[in-house]
Every structure is written in C-alpha cells, then in structure tokens.
C-alpha cells in the first residue's frame, strides 16, 4: 500500500531535550515535506526536499533541522524544543515532474513541549 | 503578500443537502489548486483538483469551480453525507524563486463541515 508513514504519533516532552521524528515514503518520491498546523492557521511549510541531499528552508524553518540522506525517509529534528513548537506536524510526500503538485501526507505526530 | 483564505470557518449542513465551501486566494501567477479533506486524527487527503485553464471540474460527488477573475474558488458536496465531515482545506501552488522548478502548496486556514441527521 503506497504510503507516508511517521512516527512516533503522539510525543510529549521537556523543553530542551533533543527530538527526532521519522519519516518514511514508499512511494520512491523524489520531493518531501514537514509541516505544522496550528489552530486557525492552516499547513505551513517546515523544510522541504527536492532529493537526497537537496533540502531547503519552507515558510517557518526556526527551530527545526533536516536530512534527506535516503530518498524514503526525511526525519525532522528539533535540537532544542520549546513550547512554541507544541503543534501537530506532517509529513508529506510527491512526485516530481508530473502535471499536478499534489501531495500525499502522513497521518500525523503531535507534539507537546513542556 | 500570498495568501489562501476561507470565507466561513464552521458550515453546518443537514445530511442530504450540497454542500458549498468557499476559498479566496491571492496570487494571480497560481496556476493549480487543490482541495484536500481532513477527518479527526489523519492527514490531510486529496479530493479533487483543478488547473487555471479549467473553470470546472467534477468528481464523485464533488464539483470544484474556479473564477480566476474574482480569485475565488469553491468545493461543492452533492448530497452531503455524515462521512463528509471533516475540516477541509484549499491549496494553491506557489513556484518558489530559485528552487529549481519547485512549486510548494499554501494552504487556506480550513473550513470545518458538519452533517447533521
């Protein structure tokens, strides 16, 4: 089943202690995404990749760092948590160079920062 | 500045009736436009969606309409069901400047739909 695929799902921690979420696509997408949605504020783009070692800053990059050393997984890093990145994130994935831009996202991870 | 917006953010709507979902957007350059669906606890997933050459486009029960000269787009629910509720969201692509082709999708805010009995 073709798929986005993130873990954990659900993630409560401390302010300052490091944080990685996974990502997975077996979709063989060449572009990838993280997003976060707040209340009243829709999706807005994290980091995004273009391909495997290819990432570039979306509309809110504070906080967060990247990897796309494989082109199925694209893990989101938050080297120092705080409580303005408690927030519900996804993951997305799509195809490059087809006529449409649609993405096909992953169920989601929340996350609270105490 | 770009933008996506909707018009209402809660539509209440008995089961049975169509369902219109509204969505304003800003940027004359967008040339595609999504309309994604969102149920309690999952990702974000595709409806339907239309290009800027088209000012229609029908799917299973769903319709999408795109008036560019008003830049408004707009989802409709053909006989609206209880499994239609859900927050959904319009998009628009964006070529972002010297990414080498990439366009990235912005999203409105979401307009919640409820179908009651």
């Known amino acids: 089943e073709a798929q986005v695929t993130q873990n954990p799902r659900y993630l409560i921690t401390v302010t300052g202690k490091k944080l990685t979420v996974t990502c997975s696509q077996n979709m063989n997408h060449e572009y990838m995404s993280w997003y976060r949605q707040d209340p009243g504020l829709g999706l807005r783009q994290i980091y995004y990749s273009m391909n495997v070692e290819v990432t570039d800053k979306g509309d809110v990059p504070e906080g967060y760092k990247v990897s796309r050393k494989e082109k199925r997984n694209f893990p989101l890093i938050l080297e120092s948590p705080s409580p303005n990145q408690t927030s519900l994130y996804f993951c997305?994935?799509?195809?490059?160079?087809?006529?449409?831009?649609?993405?096909?996202f992953g169920p989601g991870t929340r996350l609270t920062v105490t | 500045g770009e933008s996506v917006g909707l018009h209402l953010p809660t539509l209440s709507v008995q089961e049975g009736d169509n369902s219109i979902i509204n969505c304003a957007y800003s940027?004359?350059?967008?040339?595609?436009f999504i309309w994604y669906k969102q149920e309690s606890g999952k990702g974000p997933q595709f409806i339907i969606d239309?290009?800027?050459?088209?000012d229609k486009r029908q799917g299973q029960r769903v319709t999408v309409l795109l008036n560019k000269t008003v830049k408004h787009l707009s989802l409709q629910i053909a006989a609206t069901q209880p499994g239609d509720s859900a927050v959904y969201f319009c998009a628009e692509n964006s070529l972002v400047p010297f990414s080498g082709g990439y366009n990235k999708l912005i999203f409105g805010a979401g307009t919640r739909l409820a179908v009651h009995p």
């Open positions: 239309i290009r800027s050459n088209m």
């Open positions: 997305a994935s799509s195809y490059r160079g087809g006529i449409t831009y649609e993405q096909y």
């Open positions: 940027n004359s350059a967008s040339d595609y």
